[in-house]
């Protein structure tokens, strides 16, 4: 079992900066992989970020390359997602998942399948992040 909580939602204003956390517990040392996904309201949730633990190669949305920085911290067992010159398209539910069936290696990463959301069989309640104009 995995359990995941985010914290750090909140709203800002376009331009501004959130940081969202992700602590993990249970059988951490399983997750090979960790990502961010958001759903706004009406829409399908989508792929933010990815992360390897094993390796910490990463992978992002084109919409939020260069603005949004996905990292860990394994010996807090915590994710999280720095997330810079927002703008309001960035207003959504941010949900932190784990996949723990995928295995080690770094294949997940490739072109877009981290994006798949089966995989991930952990997930968090949600953080709201409100971006305002």
């Known amino acids: 079992q995995v359990q995941l909580v985010e914290s750090g939602g909140g709203s800002v204003q376009t331009g501004g900066s959130l940081r969202l956390s992700c602590a993990a517990s249970g059988n951490t040392a399983s997750m090979a992989y960790m990502a961010w996904f958001r759903q706004a309201p009406g829409k399908e949730r989508e792929g933010v970020a990815a992360?390897?633990?094993?390796?910490?190669?990463?992978a992002y949305a084109d919409s939020v390359k260069g603005r949004f920085t996905i990292s860990q911290d394994n010996a807090k067992n915590t994710l999280y997602l720095q997330m810079n010159s927002l703008k309001p398209e960035d207003t959504a539910v941010y949900y932190c998942?784990?996949?723990?069936?995928?295995?080690?290696?770094?294949?997940?990463?490739?072109?877009?399948?981290?994006?798949?959301?089966?995989?991930?069989?952990?997930w968090g309640p949600g953080a709201q992040v409100t971006v305002s104009s």
């Open positions: 992360l390897h633990t094993g390796g910490g190669s990463t």
């Open positions: 998942a784990a996949d723990t069936t995928s295995g080690r290696g770094a294949w997940r990463l490739i072109g877009n399948f981290w994006k798949i959301i089966s995989p991930y069989n952990y």
